[in-house]
């Protein structure tokens, strides 16, 4: 079994920081791409940032040059460097990652979400 657990969210005023923590814990051979989702009350789910294993990154371009997101392999974690935030910011935030957990078995995993409030 291989399970992602998220940290680091929570209530933060406009123009503030966070630091959004996920770690892959389980059997695991290897992982691809980690990336960060988003998804806000009433609206769809939406990629924020990924990560591939050499470190390529790619980013919405509602948060270029806000947020970092940046991969410890050695850990198997992924983390979300948000600045400057912004109260649209506001949403539930999930970690994703391509694990390999034997081999041809391939798994598309999800964490279980951890919310982050901005506001005033």
């Known amino acids: 079994q291989v399970q992602l657990t998220e940290s680091g969210g929570g209530l933060v005023q406009p123009g503030g920081s966070l630091r959004l923590s996920c770690a892959a814990s389980g059997t695991i051979f290897s992982i691809d791409t980690m990336g960060w989702y988003r998804q806000a009350p009433g609206k769809e789910r939406e990629l924020v940032a990924t990560?591939?294993?050499?470190?390529?990154?790619n980013y919405a371009d509602s948060v270029k040059g806000r947020f970092t997101i940046s991969r410890d392999n050695a850990k198997n974690t992924v983390y979300l460097q948000m600045n400057s935030l912004k109260p649209e910011d506001t949403a539930v935030y999930y970690c994703n990652a391509g694990i390999w957990v034997g081999v041809g078995r391939w798994k598309n995993t999800w964490g279980q979400g951890t919310q982050v409030t901005v506001e005033s």
């Open positions: 990560i591939t294993s050499g470190s390529s990154t």
